[in-house]
Each structure stands twice: as C-alpha cells, then as structure tokens.
C-alpha cells in the first residue's frame, strides 16, 4: 500500500528534484537500451564468443550496479547526484524486466524527456513531524522537504520506502507502508454491481452511480487549449507562450485528476462499509480497450478498408473515463478479494433476473429491459446488477459458505435481504 502525500518544495529545491528525476530517467533508458541490445545480439548471433558476440555473460542487476559504479567516476555530473537514486532507478528496470516475464507487464518502454512528469526512489526514510498538518522528509543531497500530512501519522512512519513523482506541475511523495486493515461492515448485507458507460455504476438495489467528469465549459476550455498546443511551436524546448498553454492544461488535468481520485475512494469506502459481498463482473478491460485489427482490401494491395477505428476510438476514451479497473482495484483493497465476487459477465445484461431466461429481445434499448417470457420489466442496469449478485450467491453457495441476502436464484438482487 502507498501513502501519497503532496510535496511543498522551495525553488531550491525544486532543482534538485528535477535533477534526481533527470539521472534516474537517464540511468533507466541506458539500462533498458544495454538489456535490448544484448538480447538483439544474443539473437542475430548467439551467446558463445566463437560465434561473435560481444560478450557472452548476460546482464543482471548485479552488472549493471557495478557498471554504474564506473560510469559515475566517468561522468562527473552524475557523480554530483546520488547514487541511490540512480540505482532504485536499475531496480525499477529489473522489476519492469521481472514483471514482462511473469506475462503481468508489457516489455519495458524508455522513459522519455518530460518537464512535466518524472519521479526516483527514495530507499532511507527520514521523516519529521512538524505539526499537526506538516511534516518534512529527508531526500538525498537536498535535505528535508516540507510535505503535507493528510494521512495517519502512524501510517508514514511505518514507510519502508518512497517514491517522489512529479505530475502536471505537482511534486507527490508515495510512502510504501504496510496493507491496510479491511473494512468490515458487518450488516451481512450483499449487492451487485453492473459498470457501463452510460451509467458507471449500477447496483442491484437501484442506485446509479455516475463517475465524476469536466463540466462542459471546462471541456470546451480543454478543447480550445488542445488546439491552440497543436498550433505552437515545439521546436528548441517551445516558445514561451506554449509553456503558458501547457500549464493550462496542467490545471485542467489536475482538477480531474483530483475529483477522480476522490470519487474512487468515497464510492469505494462506502460499499465497503455497507456491504458484506459485493460481486461485479469479471471484465477483461485491457483487452475491450484494444485497437481494432486492420482489414486488408483484398482487391488492392496495400489499400485498408474501414474497420471502424474511430467509433472504437471514443468508446474506448468512454471505458477509461468510467475508471472500471481503479474501482475494482480499490474496493479489493479495501475489502479483500474473498468478499468481492467476480462473475461471468456472459448474457448478464440479456437475462431476466425474475426467471432466469435469456434472450436478445429482453433488453429493448441501453435503459429498458422486459423480459419476453414473464414480462418482468425494469432498468437494464439494474436487472443486469440482480442477474451479477445471483451468480456470485449461487457459487459461493455452491462451495458451502453461508450466504448473505440469499432468498432465490430469481430475485438474489435485494441487497437488504440479510437472512442465511
């Protein structure tokens, strides 16, 4: 678990940590390019030094921090910056590699030259309260940086690690801490959610839930400001009046940013304090964001038909707004993984939660739903919720454990019912 926490730096500082992001970024792409390069030479040549290859030994951590050794006494501007920043910056690298093994991350990608976003490792914690609201943390060769306190104070101090990033404009300190107590409730109590697009969230007892956005004047203002950064010139670092605009944008960012990440917590804090199990549907959201494949012309070569990219495109803008992933991910955290049942999401939406038949014609439009073989009607969000909470309850009482709010297989979307 992390505790993020803002960082208030004086100008003083501020250069430094943008020098430590500099050096880790550096360091990170010239061990990502190193590790490619051997494993390009492995390929096209082989390991064995009788076939050619530069050297026969692969790369490791362990070579690339002692290579770091010689480079700093090579360099004498990254010798000026720490050095446990520029080797948490190899460790990022070696668990990026870990992570792209394991099949959880995709390969490796650089770091590019960024002003407005970076970040490095902090592996010595030294933090001091000043008040009730301030307290400082000690960074490598700059010294104590103010932060605010807006977490337990116990919670920081129990940090093993941190990590300093820098967002639209903001410098943030996450302390690694140990994982939080779950929440429990204990009213017994069950619910289903259904996550959509026109509705973000949608419970088995008939609540909407709608995740937080820029009103309209703030869309038009980001549209306009996208436009104008289209138009300016990006050429030596940008002109002045393109740094104007971009920290605009910065504004508008954090203020979405902000509500968003305020949104997930409250919603989040409030299923977990009111529900006992909550089941969602087990949604690939990686995979539903992929880009459609391209389709060849196959009377001219070289020639593409439309295979609707551009629709593809604003749905997939619309998934990522609904912030599906970080719910899920948080209410997990909050909840543990055994109370937060993930279903099959197959036919959920066409399936009546009253008598369990399926068909295409059940759901007239994106709200309506009327079941066509008892005419049980409702929200299609909801009934698809009800359907969700049915079949998280019907597996888990098939593997024997009690049941909260159980009743029926076909109205198992009440989340008030409380009886085993």
Known sequence: MSVRQRLYPDPGQLVGLRKHADDARFVFN?????????????????????????????????????????LRAALPWLWAGSSSVQQGALRDLDQAFANFYAGRAKYPAFKRRDDRAGGFVVRDIFVRRLNRRWGTVTVPKIGRVRFRITRSWADITQATSARVTLRNGRWHIAFTTPPAE????????????????????????????????????????FLRLEQRLARQSRKDGGSRRRQVTLDQLAVLRRRLADRRTDWIEQTTTHFASTYDQVAVEDLRVRNMVRRPAAKPDPAQPGVFLSNGARAKAVLNRSILASLWGRFLTRLEHKMGSARVARVNPRNT????????????????????????ACGHQGHADTNAAAVILGRALDSISAAGHAVPGRRSPALAGSANQSDP
């Open 182 to 221: 779950r929440t429990l409730s204990g009213t017994g109590a069950a619910v289903g959610i259904d996550r959509g697009v026109r509705n973000t969230l949608a419970t088995s007892d008939g609540r909407m839930i709608q995740a937080p956005s820029l009103t309209k004047v703030e869309q038009a203002r």
């Open 349 to 372: 939406s066409r399936t009546c939660a009253a008598c369990g038949h399926c068909a295409p014609g059940n759901r007239e439009s994106q709200a309506v739903f009327e079941c066509e």
């Open 30 to 70: 010239l061990g990502l390019e190193q590790r490619s390069f051997w494993r390009r030479e492995k390929h096209t040549r082989g390991t064995h030094a009788e076939h050619g290859s530069l050297d026969a030994t692969p790369i490791t951590l362990g070579t690339q921090m002692r290579e770091l050794v010689q």
